[in-house]
């Protein structure tokens, strides 16, 4: 199947010569379309790092990534905030949701980055939002609202743009074990109809719901388990 | 309530696979809901700072503030002013009038002279083919009692001619004529403001005023006028009788407080003024207690010392608008440097959801824009409304100097441009990881 991820001896070198922190050395790294892979490693191990790379948020010293066909490596910022908009949906630990907008507003903001109308933002963002059941909170601010339902705003936020790729950075992380496994439940959901997770933790039973772990070490992949 | 139940309800094709039709063709680039969206965020962030927001609008709102209401004060002013010169229409004319003697040695001179008076008149008023008119006046301060009250007025004696040369439109019934100075008939017109002060509304024409126990009969009111010098204060604020009556029943003496000489060509006026000083001091035993002041000479300087002087305000008041601006634009600064750094979080938020570095850049630097907008428009509307509460007080009322909103808006968003730009420069060149960590 056509990868959606695909990289090759990606490195990250952070600061210059003398205190130079090697924070890749070397990923080649696949993710097919449909796949629902975990990404693992101990504080420090890289993986943060890669996540950023791999979500466009940032953009490696040496190697090649290509994005559902789209070579990232050296792109300008704003080729690289674009294909950001479109192809990646982040899932953060902390929700991330602008705390002075509705849940709306919130789930629209990518597709106001994409140019997309108004009124077809907000009949979006509802359809959205009703998939993933709080559709009845639209109008309320992200105060109101508990964590599990935080998450599922960002979770329709990320969908907004149909991205190529949805990126979860312990997204079960700030949620008690209840709440996080209905979140989690959502992901095999959305995995099951199609779309492509990468999903990051540094929890080995939340790793497990996935269907394919990659564990990154000093840079390096360390072990991969599970089918490509 | 499990996720598969919630995701099973929902009918139609699912937005959440992949076979779901693709976005709409997205339009990048700056749009209208952007635009919208950028200012909607920046209502929003002031009215969740209102402490800060209010300090910088005030200071915005005060400069455009005091540049609108100055601007359109200055221009009633210049106005007013400026009418008042014109109606004064001192083109070639003169005035004798006694001298102020500047030394003891003179007040002895002068003292031993019966000064400027009536009699001079046959002397000094003979018919001349340069001169117009001869306008002699004579005043004294008198007071009255009507009704009870005691008022000071103005008894001034002038010539039948003097309220057409002098430009004093009656208002209600009738003027001095040669009749009455032929006659030297206790007749008087009275001054716009005396009349009302005396008689309210009422017609007083026909009535009796006392003067120093002399029974004036009023003929005529004159109509009221704007107060640009001194006569036109003691015409308003007094009575005018025949010249022979004054001298007849109010003033033994015979003085006269001046002579205004309107000439045929003001290019005479040397030539004229020369005359006139000479039959003076011929009349006044070589005594030279006289003097012949060009009146649109006199005018004219006044009115370019008015002009410097406005001028001067103008740069003062200038300055301080100027200043009360700056101040805002530091402040717009100052707001907007807390602003990023309250919002560092948002700034990498909205770049890792695909804004672009001037997508952010320009969102600050609208920001900025629209708390100077509107402070700018507070300061519009309050200037605006003073400027309406004062405009009773000006000849053209008091409009809203179109420059000077123009200068103000112009400034006030430029300074916040300026001083947008640099916390704008630093949202841009966050990174998105930086301010996510």
Known sequence: MKPIIQTEALTKVYGANGTAVHALRGIDFTVSRGEFVALIGPSGSGKSTLMAILGCLDLPTAGTYTLDGHQVQGLAGGELARIRNEKVGFVFQSYNLLPKASIARNVELPMLYAGVGRKERRERAMALLEKVGIADKADKLPGTLSGGQRQRVAVARALANEPALLLADEPTGALDSKTGAEVLDLFRELHQQGNTLLLVTHDPSIAAQAQRRVEIRDGLIAVTEGVA | ?437
């Not at chain 2, 126990?213 to 308003?236: K, L």
Request: proline fraction near 5%.
């Open chain 2, 1 to 437: 309530m499990s996720d598969e139940t919630l995701l099973l309800r929902s009918p139609g094709p699912s937005l959440l696979n992949g076979v779901a039709p693709a976005p709409a063709p997205a339009s990048r680039g700056f749009s209208l809901g952007m635009l919208w969206e950028i200012v909607r965020t920046g209502l929003v962030e002031l009215w969740a700072h209102k402490g800060r927001s209010v300090l910088t609008l005030t200071l915005l709102m005060l400069g455009v503030f005091a540049l609108v209401v100055m601007t359109s004060v200055l221009d009633g002013v210049m106005d007013k002013i400026s009418t008042g010169f014109a109606g004064m229409s001192w083109d070639g004319t003169v005035r004798i009038a006694p001298k102020a003697p500047e030394t003891g040695e003179d007040r002895k001179r002068f003292n031993m002279s019966p000064g400027l008076r009536f009699e001079d008149l046959s002397r000094v008023a003979t018919p001349n083919p340069k001169v117009l008119a001869f306008l002699p006046r004579a005043q004294k301060t008198v007071t009255v009692r009507i009704f009870g009250d005691s008022e000071r007025i103005f008894v001034n004696g002038v010539t039948p001619d003097y309220a057409q040369w002098m430009n004093r439109p009656i208002g209600i019934g009738r003027g001095l004529t040669e009749d009455d100075q032929r006659r030297r008939s206790t007749v008087a017109v009275v001054g716009a403001t005396l009349a009302t002060k005396l008689f309210g509304g009422a017609d007083p024409v026909g009535r009796d005023l006392v003067v120093d126990g002399i029974p004036f009969r009023i003929v005529g009111v004159q109509a009221p006028g704007q107060i640009f010098n001194d006569e036109n204060y003691y015409d308003a604020n007094g009575i005018l009788i025949p010249l022979e009556t004054y001298m007849d029943r109010m003033d033994s003496a015979h003085k006269l407080s001046q002579v205004t000489v309107k000439l045929r060509r003001p290019e005479d006026m040397g030539e004229v003024s020369a005359m006139l000083l000479g039959r003076v001091r011929q009349a006044h035993h070589g005594i030279e207690d006289a003097e012949v002041v060009d009146l649109d000479s006199e005018a004219a300087k006044s009115y370019q010392n008015f002009l410097e002087q406005m001028r001067g305000w103008q740069i003062v008041l200038l300055s301080l608008a100027g200043t009360v601006l700056l101040v805002g634009g530091v402040g717009v600064l100052s707001v907007m440097l807390i602003s990023f750094s309250d919002r560092r979080f948002e700034i990498g938020l909205r770049k890792a959801l695909g804004a672009s570095d001037h997508e952010i850049f320009i969102q600050f630097l609208l920001e900025a824009v629209v708390l100077a907008a509107i402070g700018a428009l507070l300061g519009t509307v309050s200037g605006g409304l003073l400027c309406q509460a004062l405009s009773a007080n000006f000849p053209y009322g008091l409009v809203v100097n179109p420059l000077g909103l123009l200068t103000a808006w112009v400034v006030a968003l430029s300074l916040a441009l300026i001083f947008g730009l640099y916390p704008a420069f630093r949202a841009m060149r966050l990174s998105p990881m930086e301010a996510m960590r």
